[in-house]
């Protein structure tokens, strides 16, 4: 009867399987795999393409490193406050934890906003569009998606902060906090990786 | 656990009227009605695709036919690709993956019933997209794999490819949430003491199947991305002029292609890894090693897309590699057949009608894998391609193939669906004419290949020697049709007057025949724990080598069934998957739709999401 | 992937919670000081472009499984996870090789366009 009784106590939360592990967290591991492939697709596709535009401008031509690099370090101090916020919920300082989910979201608005200075910067002052050239399509569309896929987080942790203050999420709830890590964190090492094939790389 | 009979609580009540019944199955979140709205939503289609074939086949019946234009031809031939792949076949397949799954690994439901329930209504309002194209009189005309830069907005103005493309983004979305869904049932939701070893072995080719959908699905996903952008913002991806590179479109879509025929293929394989160790009363012969294939199968199958494209001259290395992998994935297939054949050899075999489709399975699907090998080779590949001997070829595959499977499966698994048994003597009807169809249908289009018939032409001259040929073509496929009658008529007796089934119709072996046909809202009135690959039928009958037969647990208390908890019903899925129809047609109609739609979708994701979270007091928990 | 996970008696969130906030922030600081590098390296005068790629893309690595293992917890996390995403991750990287080779992008990498 051991095994109806552990039947019985994993009824309780539905989100536990039979493995033990929770089912959101292995969904979200799942998508971050399927998300892989999907990065991976745009990144091949710039690198099949790169430097055979037959119109400039050209990359080392627009690329503003340093203004990159503090955007590089924008995210990767993002996934430091969102640790931070995990481990404060872990001790139940919900109000800490939602001190660190809304730095979080600001480092991360801070990056966006530098990628639409960026782009703008492109598009005025080197007449680089979406329809210049084939360095133009591949940039755009492979570090817009990314952009989209920040701005998403920020929505996601912008609620989390939002039920937070609201008192609708404690302890209890930290597998819900940690999936929305997980994405962020993975949207981190996109921007790791684009970062140095695409920008650093010349 | 105040929760007596929650699980009832809300629809008892509603289905009484007729409007009660539609509003329940419109919010159902039940993996077994969901399963029941692919199926019948995937039949339909098939129907659909079915009707597009034959008129094509009527305008190849003799040469210089009129009954269409080439125009329409185009459409014909790639509507019926698009649809018999992502609107019958697939869906088909997920109908068994949504019912039979959470059966065969002894659990209530998948791991995410509401994204379930979402799955299916994005896929409904994409195929419904796709086709309504029909009525606009924009037919998607580009072929099924769309090359570029035939999709370009320079050679397809309107909005023909801007249907297929979109239609097949949501489509996409869908498979892929469902791909999700079932990874996480399968790995987290399985009974306890069922490893993944003593997994019934369609649940492991379907879990083999869940990786390659959210594997491959991205790449096409980027494909037609580019392409959106190509055609609806100006960029270059596509453009030779600017420097583009159209084969950037087809090794994209390959990628994804090329897992995508194992997508199609792998569940009818476990399907048939099911009928025949049933029907020949012995176990799986060599199941490790079946398991074994399909994941080597799934691994090789990212790695030989290619050979779908040595006509391009990739040259000499690029040809050499894929060649070899190509031949190489041959192999855990073939060892497949082989433990299939080993699984019959000395059974005590029982003629059904689902044993016969996946005998015709086997033979069919081994035809189509022959002349796939053949392509393989890059020589023999450009004799072949783009010619009738490829659509030979994957029709012995994918209908041979997946359909005999899938049909298989649908007379196996009818009677734990419905509780009453599919006539055996219509069934075999259905297979002798379907069979016979099937092969006076595309066995010609061997040789008509090999003599010059190219693929894809939407008429002929009287003098090249194809004629009969054709004709005979022509007449199997309306063969293929009236077999397809059989089973209709099938359908409706038996649920006039068919026989009830009982719990364990076919005397089987896995777990999902230990339950009433059709099984109740929770299917196991206790969580089964297994011991063993096909657990109940050791429990029926011992190992075979004089040990007695496990003793059966203990009966179920009422209590026990009182206090089962089932997900609520929901709306939400529902109104999601409109949404996001609304923001996509969009994109050919305005922007300020996209918006309103984007926002309604951002909206009804933040309702989905705090549906479940903090249930209201007096819930339960 | 390992029989013994579907026992029941698994502990709920399969491990974490090894890392604690002193490794989280000495992982923080080892990804600022390899950023810096990175930059840094990009100003070296005359350094050959073969080093400058390789050692860009060690570097970007060592980031990149720093953040997953210890910021995503994989290191300490169940082998499930692991596998869900260190097996896509190989694949995503093998198809990107692949179709650089397939459009002869290589030869365009260590180039040093001025």
New interface residues.
Partial sequence: MV??A???A???D?N????????R???M?????????????????Y?????????GP???QVFD?PLT?YS??LL??S??T???AL?AL?ESRVKKAAGWLFVTAMLGLHFVLNQVYEFTTFALHHGLK??T??F???F??LTG?HGAHVTGGV?WLL?LVM?ALRG?IDARDY??VEIA??YW??V??VW??I???IY??? | MATQAAFMHGSKAETETFWGTVWSWLTTVDHKRIGILYGTSAFIFFLVGGIEALIMRLQLARPDNTLVGPERFNELFTMHGTTMIFLAVMPLSAAFFNYMIPLMIGARDVAFPRLNALSYWIFLSGALFLNSSWLFGMAPDGGWFGYANLTTTQFSPRHTIDFWMLGLQILGLSSMLAGFNFLVTIINMRAPGMTLMRMPVFVWMSFVTQFLIVLAFPAITVALILLMFDRFFGTLFYEPAAGGDPLLWQHLFWIFGHPEVYILILPAMGIVSEVLPTFARKPLFGAPVVIYSGIMIGFFGFGVWSHHMFSVGMGPVADAAFSISTMLIAVPTGVKILNWIGTLWGGSIRFKAPLYFSLGFIAMFTMGGLSGVMHASPPVDLQQTDSYFVVAHFHYVLFGGSIFGLFSGIYYWWPKITGKMLDDTLGRWHFWTMLIGFNMTFFPMHYLGLIGMPRRIYTYAPDLGWNHWNLISTIGSFLIGVSLLFFIVNVFRTRRSGAVAGNDPWDARTLEWSIPSPPPVYNFARIPQVHDRDDFWLQKYGDGHGGAPRPKPAPVTAAEIAAIHMPDTSFWPLLLALALAVMVSGLMISMVQVVIGGLLTLWLMYKFAMELHRPAAGHGH | MADHHAVASAPHGGGGGHATVRTYINVAIALAIITAVEVATLYIPGIPSTVLVLSLLAMSAIKFFLVVGFFMHLKYDHPVMRALFVGPLIIAIAIILAVMALFSAFVLLPRVVL
């Avoid at chain 1, 690198?47 to 119109?55: D, P």
């Fill in positions: 095994d109806h552990s039947a019985v994993h009824a309780h539905p536990i399987g039979t493995t033990g592990l929770d089912n967290k292995v969904g591991w799942a998508f971050l795999g399927s998300d892989c492939m999907f990065f991976g697709s745009l990144i091949g596709t690198l099949a393409y790169k430097g055979k535009s037959i119109s050209l990359p080392h490193i690099s590089a370090a990767l101090a996934s430091l969102m640790v931070l481990a872990q979406l329809s050239s084939l133009g399509s591949t755009f569309v998606f929505i609620i039920l609708k597998t819900k890590g997980l964190h993975f981190d090492i790791i990786a970062f140095t094939v650093l790389i010349p």
